[in-house]
């Protein structure tokens, strides 16, 4: 008798054979797609930060250019940080405490206009209310930017006086008023002003987080839309 084809190959089994290793079976299309979505979100955000580093840094240069502002990126010496300056007495028969160093005028704002002036100085003079009118736009604004004016005047008491004939106010508000107490004839060495490079009055220097950004030589109309979009930009910048 002939076995069936059956009967010769046995009883047939139920397990799978398997020759390598199980693949992993496939996540679930909802993981598939939160996984996918967290990728393009990440890479979407680094993509924007940077292209907002590369837009405020573009902004600024226009707007040096806008305002003539001879450029640089110098951080501020030891010397330039720790030379002492007189902060305003109370009156003039006040002895003015001195040792107000320029770290502690600018620790508390991101960006520092410091103006080197002297009543002595026309173009000081000139431009001097132009600087108040910017001086008050930036506090009624409450941008986080100041302005330090130090003088080379070898007392306060003339500072006043000219101040008073000039502005009608022996000593404006918005201005972060300090002396250089080499004056006028002091020790050049020590002078806040030499230390900054500064040979004539006035120049003012643009300071962001301890750097040197930007320099003004001589006077300058402060008030223009253009000096407030500067400072503004210089502020956005990084």
């Known amino acids: 008798m002939t076995d069936s084809p059956a009967s010769i190959a046995g009883p ?7 020759d390598g290793p199980r693949a992993a079976p496939p ?3 909802p993981i598939t797609y939160g996984l996918a979505l967290g990728s393009f979100l990440c890479l979407a955000v680094g993509l924007w930060l940077h292209a907002s580093r590369e837009t405020s840094a573009q902004t600024l240069a226009r707007a040096e250019v806008a ?11 030891e010397l330039q940080l720790a030379l002492p300056l007189e902060l305003p007495p109370a009156s003039d028969a006040d002895k003015p405490a001195r040792g107000a160093a320029l770290a502690q005028a600018i620790a508390e704002h991101d960006v520092v206009l410091v103006n080197f002036w002297a009543t002595w100085c026309p173009p000081c003079l000139q431009e ?3 600087l108040l009118r910017l001086a008050a736009a930036l506090r009624g604004a409450g941008r986080s930017v100041a302005v330090v004016a130090v003088s080379y005047d ?13 502005v009608a106010d022996p000593q404006p508000a918005g201005v972060h008023w300090l002396r250089d107490p080499q004056g006028q004839g002091g020790a050049v060495d020590q002078m806040l002003r030499t230390a900054f490079g500064t040979e004539k009055l006035p120049e003012t220097f643009a300071l962001k987080r301890g750097v040197v950004r930007g320099a003004f030589i001589g006077a300058q109309q402060w008030d223009r839309g253009e000096m407030l979009r500067y400072l503004e930009a210089l502020v956005a910048a990084p």
């Open 128 to 130: 001097l209310p132009s």
């Open 67 to 77: 305002v003539g502002v001879e450029v640089r990126a110098a951080p501020l010496t």
């Open 12 to 18: 047939t089994s139920t397990a799978t054979r398997h």
């Open 27 to 29: 996540l679930p299309r």
């Open 154 to 166: 070898d007392d306060w008491a003339s500072q006043r006086r000219a101040l008073r004939e000039a």
